[in-house]
Nanobody, 115 residues
Framework: QVHLVESGGGLVQPGGSLRLSCAAS????????MGWYRQAPGKQRELVAE??????SAYADSVKGRFTISRDNAGTITLQMDSLISEDTAVYYC??????????WGQGTQVTVSS
């Protein structure tokens, strides 16, 4: 079992920055890939960025060059979001995929980009 807790969402003006964190507890040494997904109203949940245990990362085209994902050895990932635009407004979810087929989701944190 893995439990994920996200933090760091909020309201920011266009062009601003936010930093999201996701802390995993439980079987953290069974985690393979951790990532951030987001879901805007009326849209499907989409991958934002993910990172594996070796530090290899991947990003959605829409956030490349603006967002940076990082991971430590204690089961925490962060998403540094810079140059935010209104289209980044969504609920952001943390996900952990284990080496087994199991995967776990956090409860989500709201990010709103608005002037």
């Amino acid at each position: 079992q893995v439990h994920l807790v996200e933090s760091g969402g909020g309201l920011v003006q266009p062009g601003g920055s936010l930093r999201l964190s996701c802390a995993a507890s439980g079987r953290i040494f069974s985690i393979n890939v951790m990532g951030w997904y987001r879901q805007a109203p009326g849209k499907q949940r989409e991958l934002v960025a993910e990172i594996d245990g070796g530090g290899e990362s991947a990003y959605a085209d829409s956030v490349k060059g603006r967002f940076t994902i990082s991971r430590d050895n204690a089961g925490t990932i962060t998403l540094q979001m810079d140059s935010l635009i209104s289209e980044d407004t969504a609920v952001y979810y943390c996900k952990a995929r284990l080496y087994s087929p199991d995967e776990y989701w956090g409860q989500g944190t709201q990010v709103t980009v608005s002037s």
